[in-house]
């Protein structure tokens, strides 16, 4: 069963950057898109970031010109790099691998920004 691993996790200050990165753990073929979401205690999870096999991208309004998601196909591995990190972005961060056969999640890595 194909699994995804995450890291880059991880406690950083206000205005801080992180880089998170996805892997599976073995090929998965005709990825169309790949992606970012968190969730934070008592909320539902939203959508961070996310990126097709084309290229095109869409962001959070609240991630845009802070975060930037990029990936490779070849690898299956989907990053994101996070920076002017602010509290309120402090969340549990998933990612996503979209396929033609369905999706796959990761466990999920904590991200929490406070001084």
């Known amino acids: 069963q194909v699994q995804l691993v995450e890291s880059g996790g991880g406690l950083v200050q206000p205005g801080g950057s992180l880089r998170l990165s996805c892997a599976a753990s073995?090929?998965?073929?005709?990825?169309?898109?790949m992606g970012w979401y968190r969730r934070v205690p008592g909320n539902q999870r939203e959508l961070v970031a996310l990126?097709?096999?084309?290229?095109?991208?869409r962001y959070a309004n609240s991630v845009k010109g802070r975060f930037t998601i990029s990936g490779d196909n070849a690898k299956n591995t989907v990053y994101l790099q996070m920076n002017s990190l602010k509290p309120e972005d402090t969340a549990v961060y998933y990612c996503?691998?979209?396929?033609?056969?369905?999706?796959?999640w990761g466990q999920g890595t904590q991200v929490t920004v406070s001084s």
């Open positions: 990126i097709t096999s084309g290229g095109a991208t």
């Open positions: 996503l691998l979209r396929s033609g056969v369905g999706d796959y």
């Open positions: 073995e090929s998965i073929s005709s990825i169309n898109v």
